[in-house]
């Protein structure tokens, strides 16, 4: 059985995934959070992403998010969400149950 991590970095491979210059600048992070630490957020930050998928983006977030959603319902996540970043930089987020 896969890793919440491996799984997250499984995206970097995925066709809608590649809106990075190679190679690929990331980093994973975890947080507990809920009322009983009950949630874990986990958060792929890609640091070197293409100039015209951040425009793309700005201009119509639910086209954009739409194949990052649907890879996240298929693992069982409970929320995801695309957070943007400064220097063409972009954070993936998945909320999870530990």
């Not at 959070?33 to 998928?53: A, F």
């Not at 957070?83 to 998945?94: A, R, V």
């Amino acid at each position: 059985m896969q890793t919440i991590n491996e799984k997250m970095l499984e995206l970097l491979d995925k066709p809608f995934m590649q809106i990075f210059k190679s190679p690929a600048d990331y980093e994973i992070l975890e947080e507990k959070s809920g009322s009983n630490r009950d949630h874990l957020i986990v958060t792929l930050q890609i640091k070197n992403i293409k100039n015209e998928y951040i425009l793309k983006l700005k201009q119509n977030y639910q086209e954009c998010a739409k194949d990052f959603d649907n890879w996240a319902i298929k693992n069982d996540f409970i929320s995801s969400q695309i957070l943007g970043g400064e220097d063409n930089t972009l954070s993936f987020e998945i909320i999870t149950f530990t």
